[in-house]
């Protein structure tokens, strides 16, 4: 296998969640341009927090329907699971944005001042299709990675990207509403706009290899049970690493300047987001393209190299003036709030090296169907996450600061978990670390 192959069968998955990771920005700059931005933009941040945390059980389906559909009878089954879960996250977004389960949540466990609650709210309401439209497309987009239709995912992400900025432009320009609704407006065209995309996309590959009449895959049928066995540790884990975001924002909250904290949080979040695109288009990739020794040396060299160029290309956007420029000049942030994210940027440089390593450990982990090894990682993420936030809150540290030093212990008690758990996984022949002989994993 050679790093060119493995080079454009990545490309489009990168640049599918760069472009993702532009939606944030493209709408918080928006945000920035209208009344009371400070307020919006927080209370922005909170939508978004709670509306992936609430689809965090379907994040996964990507890993999972790349690894598990095979044929049509598994089609079949991986369709039903989703539409399945689809259902029951719409109903829970349903309670949070419109019974008093809100303000249990908002005022009462985040603490979230009031004058930034009331406008969380209605952003909520907006959002109740948020879960089903992006475990839709996911699913979608798993079978595309399996049968190698990877530009499709881009081109809808791209699809995706022009939807949620068209509508974020026209209601910036010609709307009267407030920042926190013409944002979840636009995030909501531009995922129901993907999951269209992706619907017609995947079309070719449901009439050609995944046929009614096609060849059943090799080995025992998947069933329900296993389907659930492989994918609720994927689950749980994509809730643990989005409970992350409400606890930062708790702890935010709750720490000194919390209203041009929680104004700065989101802008940071998306400027990490977008640093680690490459690590997040990662797993699938080792997932898809794994199968024995020949290809282990090869992707773990794609691995490492990824790593020197996600750290290169952080330190040059953090420590020369295109940190400040993208600050002021694109997101158009207010002085106080943007030196706040400013100086608490470059205690992240090495946030987006660790995501890479933590991502090709999943891979490999997922390809071998040891996914509550990575269910086990993250919960000791977020364990070392809320200790880290607590002892801060507790000592009065600085908001920030803290939340950077909290995600990056967290980051690396991870990783040096996975890399035990992987060792364990690999054959005595195929070291993780070190020249691969004979073996398979």
């Known amino acids: 296998m050679r790093q060119r192959d493995i080079f454009w069968f990545w490309l489009p998955l990168f640049a599918s969640w760069l472009l993702m990771t532009a939606e944030g920005p493209l709408i918080a700059a928006a945000i920035n341009r209208l009344p009371d931005e400070v307020i919006m933009l927080a209370a922005m941040g909170i939508v978004n927090s709670l509306s992936v945390t609430i689809e965090s059980p379907i994040i996964n389906l990507l890993a999972t329907s790349t690894a598990l559909v095979r044929d049509h009878a598994s089609y079949l089954l991986m369709r039903r699971f989703t539409i399945h879960l689809c259902l029951i996250l719409t109903a829970i977004a349903i309670l949070v944005g419109y019974t008093p389960l809100f303000d249990a949540i908002v005022p009462g466990l985040l603490d979230v001042p009031d004058e930034i609650a009331r406008w969380v709210r209605p952003g909520m309401q907006i959002m109740i299709f948020w879960s089903a439209a992006i475990g839709w497309r996911r699913f979608l987009q798993g079978i595309l990675i399996r049968f190698n239709r990877t530009r499709s995912i881009a081109w809808g992400t791209a699809v995706r990207l022009l939807a949620s900025g068209g509508t974020v432009a026209v209601l910036a320009v010609w709307g009267r509403w407030p920042g926190v609704i013409i944002g979840a407006l636009a995030l909501m065209a531009g995922v129901l706009a993907e999951a269209a995309f992706a ?34 540790p994927l689950a749980a884990t994509s809730l643990l690493v989005l409970l992350m975001q409400p606890l930062v924002t708790s702890s935010l909250a709750r720490l000194d300047r919390p209203t041009e904290s929680l104004a700065a949080w989101p802008i940071l979040f998306q400027i990490l987001l977008m640093a680690r695109a490459a690590a997040l288009a990662l797993p699938e990739v080792i997932i898809a393209l794994h199968r024995d020794r020949n290809t282990f040396g090869p992707l773990r060299r794609f691995s490492f190299t990824l790593v020197g160029a996600v750290t290169a290309a952080t330190a040059v956007f953090t420590l020369t003036p295109l940190a400040e420029f993208y600050v002021f000049r694109v997101q158009d942030m207010t002085p106080d709030v943007g030196e706040l994210a400013l100086s608490s940027l470059s205690l992240f440089l090495l946030f987006p090296a660790l995501a890479v390593l933590t991502s090709w450990l999943r891979g490999l982990l997922i390809h071998g169907r040891h996914t509550r090894d990575v269910n086990v990682g993250m919960a000791i993420n977020l364990a070392v996450t809320g200790a880290t936030l607590l002892f801060g809150l507790r000592q009065t540290w600085p908001g920030l600061p803290t939340a950077a030093l909290a995600l990056n212990l967290a980051s690396l008690a991870e990783m040096v978990y996975l890399t035990w758990r992987t060792r364990a996984a690999l054959p005595a022949d195929l070291p993780l670390f070190g020249a691969p002989q004979v073996g398979q994993i």
């Open 199 to 232: 619907t017609l996309a995947v079309r070719p590959v449901l009439r050609g290899e995944l046929a009614a009449g096609g060849p059943a895959a090799d080995g025992p049928p998947l069933t329900y049970r296993a389907l659930l066995s492989f994918h609720l």
